[in-house]
Each structure stands twice: as C-alpha cells, then as structure tokens.
DNA sequence: CATAAATTGGACAATATTGTCCAAATAACC
DNA sequence: GGTTATTTGGACAATATTGTCCAATTTATG
C-alpha cells in the first residue's frame, strides 16, 4: 500500500519524536532503530528536511532532530516523499475522478477515500510516539 | 494505490461482462475501449483465463470471454494480478500485522483494514456494468 | 590546526513494473 | 487447403523504485 520510502519516512520521524529530548540524532542510529538502509534513509531524511519537518546539522554531533512534531500528519509525510497523496484520483486511473464523470466504481471508493483521508490526515507523529514497536 | 495492471484487468473484465452475449471478445477490441496498451493488457488476460475469471478461444472468432461475473470480486482480481491482496500486511511493512506486536499504526490502521476490505470483497464485477464510463 | 564524525549530493547498480515485438499455434471461413 | 484472425509465450526494452558508493563539505573537539 505505501511505498518504502514512506514506510521508512514515517519510522524515522517516529523514531526522532521519540528521542526528540536529546539533540542531533545521526543516520547510523536511526536506520539502526527502524532497521533501513541507511543510505536510502539518507536520501529520504533529505526530504524530509526540505519538507521542514527534520532539521539536520553537519559534522561531529551532527545528526536529524524533528521539528514539530503535533502539526507533521501522516499524509503530509506521504505527499512529502511520493509527491502524492495515495487518497488522490480514479482508483481505476482515469485522469479525472469526479461525480460528474464518474467510473465503475468512483460512487463506491469515495467512501474509502475519505476513511483514508481522515487516516492519512488525523494521525500526527506524535500521537504515535507511545505505542508499539516499530522493528523486527 | 492500485498497479496499473490491476487497473487494466478491472476494465477489461467490466467492458467483458458489458458485452457478454455477444460471444468471444477479442483483445484489439478489448484494449481499444479501455484505452490500455494492447500487448501488455494480452499479458494480464493471460493471468485472467488461468485464474478462471475469463476462458479464451485463438484464431479467427477468437477472444475472450467473462465467466462467473456474479462471483468475481475486486479482491480476487487484485490477487490474481499481483500476487497480494493490497490490505495484507502491516502498514508500516513490519514482517506481521498483529495485535501482539503491532506497530505504532496498527490499531488505527485496522479499522481502515477493513472498510478496504468490505470495499474489495463485497464489490462484483456485475454490479459495475451499469455505471460510470471507463474511457478518457 | 588536525582529526573524527557527520550530512549532502552526484553517480551508479539492482530490482520491479510497465510495456513492446515477434514467431508459433490454432480456429474459422472461403 | 490456403488465408486471415486470433491467442500464447518468450525475449526484449523502458521506466520507476529501491538501494549503494564515494567524494566533498561541515562541525566539534582535543
Ligand atoms: S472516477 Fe474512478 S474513482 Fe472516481
Ligand atoms: S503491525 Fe503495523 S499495521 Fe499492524
């Protein structure tokens, strides 16, 4: 359903909202924690911090920390990385999806859609932070 | 959220029970109204006819043709094209989706689980042929 | 100032998905 | 029986996603 690079994203942000009391919290710790590779990781917190949802600084006791974590919800990270939304158009793939020019199914799936959206965009970081685990 | 090629085989077996009392539909026809490229659509008839959903005769008259449309469910198309079922596994890809080791998205993430599901297994495919348009 | 520890960014590699091409087999029809 | 219309299956090509490697840069610290 999401692709890698949100799965990681998502772990990540998780994984620094946790540890957000202590400072700069380098990659090697957090593809460490949420079990990724960490080059790849590199790639995705690269975006994450062009989406202004990581801070990151170089150099000895560099590393990521999150910046506000009750306003990053799940489908920002998700636009963040994949650049769309997963909720978004035809579930068939016509170019539009709309009631006025609907598919087979459109009448059906908008129902889904917007359990999705409220998913994808009332779940923040932080109200994740305290449950569950998050590796193997 | 879906493949394209589980886009592909959705029309085509819409646009299959559109037409079924005319017998064998061939492919050139099938593509052309779905707007889906031919030699790949061939392919996941392919996948079709040996999951049971379609039977198909070669040669001239040739085609194909939906069997069991009452029985065909969104869900079996999809893990008769990929393999999986779009709401298996956990969303944050942690080997098992389970209450005892869920991740910090499991308990929000079933329920959503399973409006998908009642979404993909509740829906077939001859309750579609009467709506909606499936052509650019 | 030198060294160590870290991010950044570019180039590359591996794999998966999507898509194309073509020869072979088969069935209908004249 | 030859021609035409079709599926089938294999090999291949293009693109997207996932993943790796490495050099350059930056910062802290002794
Ligand atoms: S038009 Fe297809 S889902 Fe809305
Ligand atoms: S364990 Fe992650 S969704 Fe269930």
Redesign the interface.
Known sequence: ??S?AC?YA??SL?YLAKHNDRAYIPLSEISKNINSPEAFTSKILQKLVSAKMVISTKGSRGGFQIINHEKIL?GDIVEAIDGSN??EGC?????ECSCQ?????????V??KN??NT?LFQ?SIDE??D????V?
């Not at 579930?91 to 170019?95: D, E």
């Not at 020019?101 to 799936?109: A, L, R």
């Not at 449950?131 to 998050?134: F, K, Q």
Request: glycine residues 6%.
């Open positions: 359903m999401l890698k799965q998502i772990k998780i799940l997963l909720s579930f068939l793939g016509l170019p020019n609907p598919c087979p199914v459109h009448f059906k799936y129902e889904l359990k999705l998913f779940i994740l932070v449950i569950g685990s998050m193997i």
